[in-house]
């Protein structure tokens, strides 16, 4: 098998409040192997999208070990981080987060354009990407001028513009309707065995979490793998 692009050890998180430490994580250990598609599942403030912020490099863990392609992040001061962030992470939310004064090609084109590339190859690159996701003819259409789901299928050709190693998504279809929500979901899958990215997906939906290859539920601060027939919390 090969080595895993994400590696937790032993993480915590620990939020200060006015009522005290409140610690969501306790100990978290994950492995993420390429082309895999893993859920997170668990109840509202069991800790999903702190675990997936810690794993995207957003914050540094209480204590714990971060690893990306092997590399303990953990140790790398903040510009290191924010490098690894951009080139080997892509994120997708629950809300789009697509820039509302860009076009589909241009939101996707962006994060090309941070990396360096020229903008007629970005934006070539962009289209191309809408294309495979069927979205040829929105190549020019503001976030606005889309459909909800079409709109996350933007986001996710951009989560993937740079080539990442790591997809993180928190709920990414938890703005969508059913229907919606499982063909974007299908997209989802598709692109994680087309590309081999691996990922880690934060999701209410019981019925898409039967879909991925592993299911992981936040209990208490730890992770419970989760089998096919009990993805329940
Ligand atoms: N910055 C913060 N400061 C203090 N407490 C926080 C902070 N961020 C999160 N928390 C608390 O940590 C707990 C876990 O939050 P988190 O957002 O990780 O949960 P979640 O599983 O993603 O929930 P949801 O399903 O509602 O998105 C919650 O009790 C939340 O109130
Ligand atoms: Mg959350």
Redesign the pocket.
């Known amino acids: 098998m090969s080595d895993p692009v994400l590696s937790l050890r032993g993480v915590t998180r620990t939020?200060?409040?006015a009522q005290g430490g409140?610690t969501?994580l306790k100990g978290v250990d994950l492995d993420i192997f390429p082309g895999e598609l893993v859920g997170l599942i668990?109840?509202?403030?069991?800790?999903?999208?702190?675990?997936?912020?810690a794993a995207g490099l957003l914050e540094r863990p209480t204590s714990g070990e971060v690893r990306i392609d092997g590399e303990d992040v953990g140790a790398l001061d903040e510009r290191a981080r924010t490098r690894i962030r951009l080139s080997r992470v892509g994120f997708v939310y629950q809300f789009h987060h697509l820039l509302p004064e860009f076009d589909a090609r241009d939101n996707v084109a962006l994060p090309m354009r941070i990396a360096g590339w020229p903008l007629d190859q970005a934006q070539a690159r962009a289209e191309a990407a809408l294309a495979s996701l069927g979205l040829a003819e929105r190549t020019r259409h503001q976030p606005a001028q889309m459909s909800g789901g079409e709109q996350q299928r933007v986001a996710l050709a951009r989560s993937l513009a740079n080539g990442p190693r790591l997809l993180l998504a928190?709920?990414p279809t938890g703005n969508l309707d059913p229907a919606t929500s499982q063909s974007v979901f299908e997209t989802l899958q598709t692109l994680v065995k087309e590309t081999g990215v691996a990922a880690l997906i934060?999701t209410?939906n019981m019925e898409l979490a039967g879909h991925m290859d592993r299911v992981f539920a936040?209990k208490d601060g730890h992770l419970e793998e989760r089998q096919a027939e009990s993805r329940e919390y």
């Open positions: 939020y200060q409040t409140l969501v668990g109840p509202s403030g069991s800790g999903k999208s702190s675990l997936l912020h928190d709920e934060a209410h936040l």
